[in-house]
């Protein structure tokens, strides 16, 4: 599966974006779904999972309450709504894609270009 992210920008503090990922194939709705995140000099940390079929979610604690992921099997597509923008939430996030539940970085297979989020101060 091929994924393409996109939607970042440049937000103020306590903004709102809505980030996306629109995947290719006719597998996409067999697939846990992940947003992950890397700031300069930091490791790529989870931010958000949902499964195959929507049900199930998990978030990072640092994002539990302002941000929300969804997918549209139909649309072969994943978002990730980030409201209540912090700047500690600037960073490259990436969407991946695994045929497995997992929350662990290193554990998912399929990863698309990152885009950029800057929330400024």
């Known amino acids: 599966v091929q994924l393409q992210a996109s939607g970042g920008g440049l937000v103020q503090a306590g903004g709102s974006l809505r980030l996306s990922c629109a995947a290719s194939?006719?597998?996409?709705?067999?697939?846990?779904m992940g947003w992950f995140r890397q700031a300069p000099g930091k490791e790529r940390e989870s931010v958000a999972g949902?499964?195959?079929?929507?049900?199930?979610?998990y978030y990072a604690d640092s994002v539990k309450g302002r941000f929300t992921i969804s997918r549209d099997n139909d649309k072969n597509t994943v978002y990730l709504q980030m409201n209540s923008l912090k700047p500690e939430d600037t960073a490259v996030y990436y969407c991946?894609?695994?045929?497995?539940?997992?929350?662990?970085?290193?554990?998912?297979?399929?990863w698309g270009q990152g885009t950029q989020v800057t929330v400024s101060s």
């Open positions: 949902i499964s195959s079929g929507g049900a199930r979610t």
């Open positions: 991946a894609a695994d045929a497995s539940w997992t929350t662990r970085v290193y554990e998912y297979e399929y």
């Open positions: 194939g006719r597998t996409f709705s067999r697939y846990v």
